[in-house]
């Protein structure tokens, strides 16, 4: 399996989750309320659900950008200094669903004809603290790039549901269910 099937596949469902999360925050609070969500955390020392979701989108973009050698572009700069200051700029619902689809489809036309190169070829990864990593691409994808994703990701799912939004484990795999046998799945009504 190349490193870009494994990462691409999983930041796509994963997003596409949070986005389904999203609107049963819509739907399940009015509007104001639902909104407010975007500056919740979970301790005060957090980043709030609006910094998650945009952290989420920029990890996604981050793991290929480096997969691929790339330099990182000025829009994704922008989004990551966005959800730094999501704290006095939350945005709205409506811009997190509009980083989410942006981001999904950057990664389906990222990913599309490339493997992410050599799991053992080396990759060098700086912090802004100045602590810099030295991986291989393929401990990059498992030990930093997919951990990353789902931190931001799991602590928007958190927030959410500490926050009384009606979500549950199948939210979290509904991925899962496109595997599920048939005569396996209870009945709806």
């Given at each position: 399996?190349?490193?870009?099937?494994?990462?691409?596949?999983?930041?796509?469902?994963?997003?596409?989750?949070?986005?389904?999360?999203?609107?049963k925050?819509?739907?399940?609070?009015?509007?104001?309320?639902?909104?407010?969500?975007?500056?919740?955390?979970?301790?005060?020392d957090?980043?709030?659900?609006?910094?998650?979701?945009?952290?989420?989108?920029?990890?996604a973009?981050?793991?290929?950008?480096?997969?691929?050698?790339?330099?990182?572009?000025?829009?994704?700069?922008?989004?990551?200094?966005?959800?730094?200051?999501?704290?006095?700029?939350?945005?709205?619902?409506?811009?997190?669903?509009?980083?989410?689809?942006?981001?999904?489809?950057?990664?389906?036309?990222?990913?599309?004809?490339?493997?992410?190169?050599?799991?053992?070829?080396?990759?060098?990864?700086?912090?802004?603290?100045?602590?810099v990593?030295?991986?291989?691409?393929?401990q990059?994808?498992?030990?930093?790039?997919?951990p990353?994703?789902?931190?931001?990701?799991?602590?928007?799912?958190?927030?959410?549901?500490?926050?009384?939004?009606?979500?549950?484990?199948?939210?979290?795999?509904?991925?899962?269910?496109?595997?599920?046998?048939?005569?396996?799945?209870?009945p709806?009504?």
């Amino acid at each position: 399996m190349s490193l870009m099937n494994l990462l691409a596949p999983t930041y796509i469902q994963m997003l596409e989750a949070l986005s389904r999360w999203l609107k049963k925050a819509e739907t399940q609070l009015p509007m104001g309320e639902a909104e407010a969500l975007l500056l919740s955390s979970l301790t005060p020392d957090m980043f709030p659900l609006a910094t998650q979701v945009r952290f989420a989108c920029v990890q996604a973009r981050e793991g290929i950008h480096r997969l691929r050698r790339e330099d990182f572009p000025p829009a994704l700069t922008a989004l990551l200094d966005e959800g730094r200051n999501a704290r006095t700029q939350p945005g709205t619902l409506a811009d997190a669903q509009r980083h989410i689809r942006e981001t999904v489809e950057w990664v389906k036309q990222s990913a599309s004809g490339s493997d992410g190169g050599a799991p053992e070829r080396p990759l060098s990864h700086a912090l802004p603290n100045g602590l810099v990593f030295d991986l291989t691409a393929e401990q990059y994808v498992r030990d930093w790039a997919i951990p990353q994703f789902f931190f931001h990701v799991m602590a928007a799912y958190a927030i959410l549901r500490s926050s009384g939004i009606d979500l549950g484990k199948a939210d979290y795999v509904q991925h899962m269910f496109a595997y599920a046998r048939p005569e396996a799945m209870a009945p709806t009504t």
